[in-house]
C-alpha cells in the first residue's frame, strides 16, 4: 500500500492519534518499528486501557496459548511491582485475561488472554485431569485397548489358534482411536498420537507388540489401502507378508529352514 506524500510529522501524528486510539499496534524489530494494524474487536478490548495496562496487555497476547510467566513479564515491560499487579487486577475484572496452571511448573504464575485455550505444555493433554495424572483413565483406556487388539489378533472360532504369515488384519493406531471413539469409552477426545501414547504403554508392559507392514520394511511402494499396487511379486511369497520378517535368519528361532509356510509355498 502507498501512502500519500506525508511529512515525517504528518506521518509521526497520524501513527500517534491510530496508537491513541488502540487502532495500531506498534512492533520493535531491531533498530526500527514495525506499524500493525488493529481490527475494531481489537480496539474495543483496548480501549479505556492506561499505558501501562495496555503495555501489559499486549506483553501477555504475545504469549498466545502458552501464556506469560508473571516473573518474566516483570521484567519484560519493567514497571514497578505494585503497577504491574494492580494493572494484572484490573485487566482479570474486566476478564481480559486469565491466570492458569502449568502441570510441570505448578508453583509458577502464567497469565494468558482470557478468550484462549492453553497448550498441552501447559495443561498435559488428554491425560491431566485438574493439574493430576489421571492414571485411572488411562489405565482403563488402555484396558478397552488391549481388549481389542486381542480380539483382532487371535481367530475367535478356534480358541489357541494363531493367524497364518499373511494376516493383514492386525489393527492400527488409527483404528484404535476410531474403536474407541465408536464405542463411547472415552468423553476425551483423543488424537492418533494419544493412542499411540497408550499402545505404548502395552507395548513397554509386554502386552502387545508393534509390527511393520512386512511390505513396507521391505522398501516395497504400498497404496492407500494397504495393497502392495502391484509393483512386486515379493508379496506373493510368504516372506513377502511375514510379520516376523526382520527376525527370521538362518540360525535364529524364526528360520526359513524350518518355515511351514514356505515349505508349503514351495510345495504348491
Not at 489393527?171 to 476425551?188: G, K, L, W, Y
Amino acid at each position: 500500500m502507498n501512502l500519500p506524500n506525508l511529512s515525517i510529522e504528518e506521518l509521526s501524528e497520524a501513527i500517534n492519534t491510530l496508537s491513541q486510539k488502540s487502532l495500531l499496534l506498534i512492533l520493535r524489530q531491531g533498530n526500527g518499528y514495525l506499524y500493525k494494524a488493529k481490527s475494531d474487536s481489537e480496539a474495543e478490548r483496548l480501549a479505556g486501557m492506561d499505558n501501562d495496562e495496555r503495555l501489559i496487555y499486549q506483553h501477555i497476547e504475545a504469549g498466545d496459548n502458552e501464556g506469560v510467566w508473571l516473573k518474566r513479564l516483570r521484567t519484560k515491560v519493567g514497571l514497578p511491582n505494585v503497577v504491574v499487579t494492580r494493572c494484572i487486577k484490573k485487566l482479570e475484572q474486566k476478564m481480559l485475561i486469565k491466570p492458569v496452571s502449568s502441570v510441570k511448573n505448578p508453583t509458577m504464575k502464567i497469565y494468558m488472554l482470557y478468550h484462549l485455550t492453553p497448550s498441552e505444555e501447559l495443561t498435559g493433554g488428554a491425560w491431566y485431569t485438574d493439574q493430576e495424572l489421571d492414571v485411572d483413565f488411562i489405565n482403563t483406556l488402555a484396558s478397552q485397548c488391549y481388549k481389542y487388539i486381542l480380539s483382532r489378533s487371535f481367530p475367535s472360532a478356534k480358541p489357541g489358534a494363531v493367524y497364518g504369515p499373511t494376516y493383514t488384519f492386525y489393527p492400527t493406531a488409527a483404528q484404535v482411536r476410531r474403536f474407541i471413539i465408536e464405542m463411547a469409552i472415552s468423553t476425551v477426545d483423543l488424537s492418533v498420537n494419544d493412542v499411540q501414547t497408550l499402545l505404548n504403554i502395552l507395548v513397554y508392559d509386554g502386552k502387545i507388540e508393534k509390527r511393520l507392514a512386512a511390505a513396507e520394511s521391505m522398501g516395497m511402494d504400498m497404496d492407500s489401502d494397504g495393497d502392495d499396487d502391484g509393483r512386486s511379486a515379493l508379496v506373493d511369497v510368504p516372506c513377502g507378508n511375514c510379520p516376523v520378517f526382520n527376525q527370521c535368519c538362518i540360525d535364529g528361532v524364526v528360520s526359513p529352514v524350518g518355515c511351514v509356510y514356505f515349505k508349503n509355498w514351495l510345495d504348491f
